[in-house]
C-alpha cells in the first residue's frame, strides 16, 4: 500500500502506540510469552524504520507500563533485560536512520542497567534529526499528571507561579511530554479497545486506531493501513464540517 498520493503535511506529527498482545501472540504457537517479546523488539525496529522513512516526526512506543510493575517477576525482568539488549543492538541502525532517542515515564524506577543505557542511546543520538523516537517506560499517565500537579503547586507555594496564570500550556510544560506535540494518530494492537493509562491528556484530540493484529505481527504495511485509515478522517476539534472547507 503506497502513501506516495499524500502529503507530507497531511501525514500525523506525533503517532503513538499500545504495542500489545506479544504474550498471546506466543502463546497462541504454544510458545512462551517470553518469545512474544523478543519478537515484539523485532516488530518496534520495523515500525520505527518505517516511521523514519515516512518522515514522521514524533513516535512514543507504550513499551511499559506503571502497572506492569505487577507482572511475575520472571517477565519484569526479562523485559528489563531485553531493552538494555535492544538499546545496545539498535543503537546503530538509530544512527543510520537519524533517529533520535528520548524517554517518558518513572525513569528513577527502571534497574541501573536499564536507566544507564537508556542515557547513553540518548545521548548518543541527540543530534539526530530525523524520526524522535520516545519509549514510554514505567510510564503512567496519571502519575504524570500527579507528578505536573506537585511541581506546579510547588511553584505557586513559592510564587514562582500565579494561579490566575496556570493554562493548558504551563500544564503541557510539566508532563514528560513538554518537548512534544500532541498525539494525532493513538494506533493499539490486539484487540483490545482500551488505553491502559497511557497518554490521557496528550491524546485529547487523537484519531483512535485499533487493529486486531498482535504487536510482533506489526510491520509497515500495518504503520500504513492505520495512517490511511487516519488520513481518511476529517479532524473538525468541535467545528463543523463546513466550517474546514
Ligand atoms: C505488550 O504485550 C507488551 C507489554 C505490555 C510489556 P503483552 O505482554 O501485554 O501481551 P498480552 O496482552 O499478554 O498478549
Ligand atoms: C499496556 O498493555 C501497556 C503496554 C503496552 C506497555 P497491557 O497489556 O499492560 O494493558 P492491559 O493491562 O491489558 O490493559
Ligand atoms: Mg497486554
Same mark, same amino acid.
Given at each position: 500500500m503506497s502513501l506516495k498520493k499524500f502529503n507530507t503535511e497531511e501525514l500525523p506529527q506525533h503517532i503513538a502506540v499500545i504495542m500489545d498482545g506479544n504474550g498471546r501472540w506466543a502463546q497462541k504457537q504454544g510458545k512462551n510469552r517470553l518469545l512474544g517479546h523478543e519478537a515484539g523488539a523485532k516488530a518496534v525496529r520495523k515500525t520505527v524504520e518505517a516511521a523514519a522513512k515516512l518522515g514522521i516526526k514524533h513516535l512514543t512506543l507504550y513499551a511499559f507500563s506503571t502497572e506492569n510493575w505487577n507482572r511475575p517477576k520472571t517477565e519484569v525482568s526479562t523485559l528489563m533485560s531485553l531493552l538494555v539488549r535492544s538499546l545496545r543492538r539498535e543503537l546503530r541502525r538509530m544512527t543510520e536512520n537519524n533517529i533520535r532517542l528520548s524517554a517518558i515515564g518513572s525513569l528513577d524506577k527502571l534497574p541501573k542497567k536499564v536507566h544507564e543505557e537508556l542515557v547513553e542511546v540518548i545521548e548518543k543520538t541527540q543530534? @539526530?534529526?530525523?524520526t524522535n523516537l520516545t519509549l514510554a517506560l514505567s510510564y503512567g499517565a496519571r502519575e504524570e499528571i500527579k507528578q505536573a500537579i506537585v511541581d506546579i503547586s510547588r511553584k505557586v507555594k513559592n510564587s514562582i507561579i500565579n494561579v490566575e496564570n496556570i493554562d493548558e500550556t504551563i500544564i503541557n510544560e510539566h508532563l514528560y511530554t513538554q518537548h512534544l506535540p500532541d498525539v494525532d494518530l493513538l494506533i493499539r494492537t490486539s484487540g483490545e479497545v482500551r488505553?491502559? @493509562?497511557?497518554l490521557l491528556w496528550q491524546i485529547a484530540y487523537a484519531e483512535l486506531y485499533f487493529t486486531d493484529v498482535m504487536w510482533p505481527e506489526f510491520d509497515e504495511h500495518e504503520l500504513h493501513q492505520a495512517i490511511n485509515s487516519y488520513l481518511k478522517r476529517e479532524r473538525r476539534f468541535g467545528k463543523t464540517s463546513e466550517q474546514l472547507t
Open positions: 543530534s @539526530n534529526t530525523g488505553i491502559s @493509562n497511557f
